[in-house]
């Protein structure tokens, strides 16, 4: 990945941010996009979004260390635009990798843009700390979409909201575990 020189974001970055944490873990965090720290120090999710995700994380007593956290694209874009659709797609070889190489049971996605991914067309405020059952490439897994912890520091409704969320995830981590892998797509 370091040496593909085709993907689009390369130049304007510091540092390839890939991901961070345990590879055998059974969920996954995926964000939108490397930040000004996170491209300084070519980890994911360590400025200010990534303290609340932390503390997050602390509420519901998960360590950082034993979870994985990836985001949608690996490079920080030039003064942190969304990414184009284009660069999305240029991205996702290597997200599904890490997919393919984790096999999460649970992917929490942070924001629209990875919810974007595994459940294209739907609204985040609707549909926020909702389990969907969806078939990702042979595999039953189940997507937790919520909203990105830098729209929490922005609104203390979102803020209460994805606490909210998040204090729903040790049940859904402890009942997936006990779910035999099935083949159905289903919404719940
Ligand atoms: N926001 C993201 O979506 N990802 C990061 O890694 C940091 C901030």
Known sequence: MLKDKSLPLRQGATNLVFGVGN?????????????????????????????LLNSLLQLIKLERSKVYITN?????????RDPEP?????????????IEIIKP???????RFSMGKFLPGVKITAIHGREFSINWKGKETTIVPM????????????????????????EILNRVKEEPKGEQMKFI
């Open 105 to 111: 049971r649970v992917v929490v996605t942070l924001g």
């Open 23 to 51: 590879p055998d873990t059974k969920i996954l965090f995926i964000g939108e996009g490397p930040g000004y720290w996170e491209d300084q120090k070519g980890e994911p999710f360590v400025g200010n979004a990534g303290k």
């Open 147 to 170: 909203f990105h912890p830098a729209a929490a520091l922005r609104s203390t409704e979102v803020l209460r909201a994805i606490k909210e969320d998040f204090i729903k995830l040790p």
């Open 72 to 80: 949608v694209i690996h490079h920080r874009p030039p003064n942190n």
């Open 86 to 98: 284009s660069e999305i797609a240029a991205y996702a070889l290597y997200l599904d990798k890490i």
